[in-house]
Each structure stands twice: as C-alpha cells, then as structure tokens.
C-alpha cells in the first residue's frame, strides 16, 4: 500500500471526505505555524533588542494569544474526525469484505490465497485485522497531509527571509524520507509476519476451543498448550521484533532532524552576530526551522503504529478483488411441490486433477427422503452445494421444476431459494446464548405474542426435543433450556451439539430439509428416534436430502442417488455419461432420468 493509496479513497467512501478536510485542517496548520512564528519573533525582538515594553507589543501578544487557541482547536477537530473516519473506513471495508467472501462462497474459503491466506484468515481479518487501520488514519494520515502543507509552507518563508538558510534545508531535508523508506520497509515485512502470526495463533486457539470436550474426553487437553505456548511466544517476538525496528527508526529520524536544525541554527547564530541579519528575522527563522521537519519526522514515527493497518488493508483488497461468480435474479419457484432435477452436472475439485461429482443425472422428487451416497471425495457436499447455488458447476445443469415452470439454479436469486432450505451441516453455526434462545432463532419469524402462538411454540419446540433426543440432554442440565453455551455449542459434546442442531433444523417450517449425516455421532436408541422423525416430516409433506453413510439412514430413503468422481483427462471438463452416476429407488427397480 502507497502511503495515501487510490485504493482506499476508491473502496471505502468514508475515507475520501476525511482526506478532504485533514488536508483542510493541514493547510489551516500550516497557516497557523507561520504565524505563529511570525508574532512570537515581533514580540520578543522589538524588547531585546530595542527596550521595548510589554504594553508596546500587546498587539502581537494577543494575535498569538488567539493563534495558539486556533492551533490547539485545529488539532483537537483533527483528531476528533480523525477518529470517527478510522471507525466509518473500518465498518465499510468490514461489510466489503463479509459480502464478498459471501458472494464468493465456502468452495473459496476453504481454498489459499495468491497470499497462502484462506477463509479463517478471512474471519480474524474482518474482526481484529481491520482494526489496525486506526493508527493509520489518527495518527499516520494527518501527519502524511501536514507533511505535503506545512513543509512546503515553512520553506517559501524561510526561502523568503534568508536564502542560505533555505538551501541548508532544502540540502539536509530529502534525508528523512530516504531512511523513512529504507526503515519503513523492514517494518512493514515485520508487520505483515505479526499479522500471519496473528491469523496463525488465532486459528489454532479457535481449533483448540471447539475441541476441547473432545480433546477432555480422551484425556489429552494437556497436550495442546505447549503448541499454543509457541504460537504466543512467536506472537510476542514478532510484535517486539516490530516495536524494535520503530524504536530505531524513531532514533534515526530524530537524530538526523536535530542535525539539520542544527546547522540551520548554526548558520544563522554567526550571520546574526556579524550582522548580516537581523534578531527578528532570526528568530522567524529558528521557529520555523523545526516546523519544517517535524511533520516529516513525524510521518517517519507514525509509520510503524500505520504498518499494521496497512497490511490489513493489503489483504482486504486482495479479498475485494477476487471476482464472484454471477448472480442470479429470478425469483425460486415456491418449494412445496417442486423437484431439482441435476443433468450431467459435473464440478472440478480445486487442486485436484478430478470431477466430483461427475457426470451426475439424478431426480429429488418432493414428499420424499432422497439419501445422496457415495465414497469420499466423490463430491456428495458437493452436490448439495451446487443445488443450493453455492457452487458454479463445471458442466451439466440443475433446474428447480415446479408444475408452472423450470428454471436453472444458476438463474434464480439465491435468497428466494434459501428462505425455502433448512440446511444442517456437519458444523453448523450456533450462537453464544441460552439453549432456548439458539433453539428458536430461526422457528419464529415474527413477533406474535398470542397464547395460541405461545402454546403452539412450545409443544413444537417439545415434539422437536423429543424426536431428535435433545430432551435427554435437557433433563441432564441443571439449568435446563435456560443454560447457557457458548459460540459454536461451546459447553456440550460433539453428539449433544448434534441433537441440539437437529432439533433445531426440526423446530424449522421450510419445505425442504437436507441433512449432512444427521446420525453421526448418535448412539443407536437415538438414531432410531431420528429416522422416525424423519418419516414424521415426510409424511407432513417436506422435501428431504440427506448425506448418508449408515445402511440404517439409506434403507430409509425413498430414492437413493449414489454420486461418483471422475479424473479430468484433458484441459476441457468433458461430459460425462448418464452411467457414471445413478439415481434410483431403494429397491433399484427404477432409474430416474
């Protein structure tokens, strides 16, 4: 990132308003620093050097008196704006960043970056990574605009007064920015390592905790803390490998400032004493000699506390300027009697020279359980991903067929398709709260408060418990319902989070329910409740897919749809035969085309 890059003023609008009235402030600073030197040296000169009184400069006295309070305001409306500018960018670049991460869609999350990055680097960077970008706009920014005000300001005058004094500056002054280059640099690799470093931590601790009642039940919650032990010791070296190199570099700036200012002062002391110039004129000069570096020295001290940021923001445009997939925006068929009818539908595994699935011609007919089979890695997620128009295929189609119309997943509007689709996946997402309250985020979609809406609430939420075996778990917990977990279903084991991610996909009125091995993890006496419910729902009318591996779940099934990989043998996807795959009834009398 350039110091003030066109990216961030073209991809967070809040920055562009901000760079506007920092570089008003800076001219105003500018303007005030002059004069300010200007009415100190009339002030001081006319007592010392002509006897003058108090009372004989009250003028400048209270002209300085009235700029160094504009001074002072400017500073604070400053870092006031600067301030609200940095939590404006951030929020902006915060959506920016979710959307597209969204538009482009778990296959991308879960793949490397050009940068080695990937979708859990997506999730620090729009939680703790953007937040480095405060330094930069509070501290780094305003310092960069009086760096392009002030400097060039304070040299016309000294230039104006005494040009020896101008060539002294304008000789010594390009120094700063070459060692700020050359130190800037070393700093900001070293904080692009901290921010891996930082990514790197907080994936493994964010591992660590949602498996750690695994981890517990095996007796090896011990065995992680020398790893996470490292991963912070690595953490704090780089971030003082970081402090280091910005306290040297503050050294070094510092000291090649107080030089220059000092041949400055030099030069000017013996011109003074032989004549050649006078107190007053002197004194301007001295005043203005610091103002002249001090926002370039400044820029150099900022510029470690912005590295962060700037690395941060790096990232977000390498997110940003990945291209999404196109959208679609026809409205979804209404679901309650419509079937997804795939042909040849075919995806590429990224990283891998195959197909999965492949050539995939099946039919998921409505009021039915369809159980989608195959080894692993034929691509059976896959397919699911693909229906839901989460994945682009490679070859082939999938069409979502009501009695009115036919119309390619690819063409409709994701969220009218969506709000029609329970989905429960292996790791689904669960919030921090009571039981209660995670149970019922989703079953109630307005706020109706009456006692039949009540009622008909709680023996849904019971009939749910109670077929999913959650209810078991419930009567275990001191607290019951009212217990509170944590991100993710924190506080209960793997299969307990099962249950609970079951009851709640029953607790749901979408006509189409697909389940991700919904009896893992579950002993036999609550598998057999979970197939009964799934009969309950088949009767009730719903549309359900399930990922299957258990010969119990699958012997349940209406239609069975057994999906297979295929190696890409040339650099085109080639098309694959109806025979690569097939769809049919459990009895495996019938094929559906």
């Given amino acids: 990132m350039k110091p003030l890059d066109p990216k961030l003023l073209k991809l967070a609008a809040p ?3 901000y760079v506007i009235l920092t570089a008003a402030f800076g001219a105003a600073s500018a303007a005030l620093v002059i004069a300010q030197a200007l009415l100190i040296a009339a002030a001081i000169a006319p007592v010392i050097s002509q006897g003058r009184s108090l009372s004989d400069v009250a003028t400048p006295l209270y002209l300085l008196a009235g700029v160094v309070v504009a001074r ?4 604070g409306l400053s870092e006031r704006y600067a301030h609200r500018a940095s939590i404006a960018v951030i929020i902006d670049l915060r959506r920016q960043v979710l959307s597209r991460a969204i538009a482009l869609g778990p296959r991308w999350l879960s793949l490397p970056t050009p940068s080695g990055s990937n979708g859990l680097d997506v999730v620090n960077l729009a939680t703790r990574g953007l937040d480095d970008l405060r330094p930069y706009f509070v501290r780094y920014l305003p310092q960069l605009l009086l760096s392009a005000t002030v400097t060039p300001a304070a040299i016309a005058v000294v230039f104006g007064i005494d040009w020896i004094s101008g060539l002294i500056i304008v000789g010594t002054i390009p120094l700063i920015p070459i060692f700020m280059i050359l130190v800037g640099y070393l700093t900001q690799k070293t904080s692009e390592k901290r921010l891996a470093t930082m990514s790197r931590l907080g994936s493994q601790v964010l591992d660590l905790i949602a498996g750690l009642p695994t981890l517990r039940a095996f007796g090896r919650e011990i065995g992680p803390i020398k790893r996470v032990k490292q991963l912070g010791e690595a953490y704090a070296r780089s971030t003082m490998r970081t402090l280091q190199v910005a306290f040297l570099s503050g050294m070094v700036l510092e000291l090649l400032t107080t030089l220059s200012v000092a041949l400055v002062a030099v030069s000017v002391g013996l011109r003074l004493v032989y004549g050649y110039i006078g107190l007053e004129m002197a004194l301007v000069i001295i ?7 001090l926002p370039l020295r400044n820029v150099g001290t900022q510029f470690h506390a912005s590295t962060n940021g700037i690395a941060a923001f790096n990232a977000a445009v390498e997110v940003l300027e990945q291209t999404p997939r ?4 026809r409205r979804c068929p209404a679901l309650d009697n419509a079937s997804f009818t795939f042909r040849d539908a075919s995806v590429a595994a990224p990283g891998r020279e195959l197909l999965a699935p492949a050539g995939l011609n099946a039919r998921i007919e409505p009021h039915h359980i369809t159980a989608i089979t195959g080894a692993s890695g034929a691509g059976k997620t896959t397919s699911v991903l693909a229906l839901l128009g989460l994945v682009a295929l490679d070859g082939g189609s999938i069409t979502v067929e009501s009695a009115d119309e036919s ?4 063409q409709i509007e994701p969220q009218s398709l969506w709000s029609q689709v329970t989905w429960l996946t292996q790791r689904a997402p669960l919030p921090p709260g009571p039981l209660h309250a995670a149970l019922l985020a989703d079953a109630q979609p307005g706020h109706a408060t009456t006692t039949a809406h009540v009622e008909s609430t709680t023996s849904a939420l019971h009939r749910a418990l109670e077929m999913s075996g959650f209810d078991e778990v419930v009567a275990e917990l001191p607290e019951g319902l009212d217990t509170v977990i944590g991100s993710g279903g924190l506080g209960l084991s793997v299969g307990q989070r099962q249950r609970l991610v079951l009851a709640k996909a029953l607790l749901s009125s979408a006509p189409v329910l697909i389940l991700d091995e919904p009896t893992a993890h579950l002993d036999a006496a609550t598998q057999d409740r979970v197939l009964t419910a799934l009969d309950s729902l088949r009767a009730q009318g719903r549309t359900i897919i399930v990922i299957a591996h258990r010969e119990a779940l699958i012997a349940r099934a209406d239609h069975v749809i057994e ?3 295929q190696h890409i043998v040339s650099a085109d996807v080639p098309k ?9 009834r459990k009895e495996g009398s019938h094929v559906d085309s």
Avoid at 72 to 75: E, G, Q
Avoid at 326 to 329: A, D, E, Y
Avoid at 407 to 410: A, E, L, S
């Fill in 72 to 75: 002072a305001l400017v500073t």
């Fill in 563 to 565: 999906v297979s990989a």
């Fill in 407 to 410: 119309v390619p997943v690819d």
């Fill in 576 to 584: 694959a035969t109806p025979s690569e795959s097939t769809a049919g």
């Fill in 287 to 293: 005043m203005l000699a610091p103002e002249v570096y």
């Fill in 326 to 329: 196109p959208i679609g925006t």
């Fill in 15 to 17: 920055a562009r308003w």
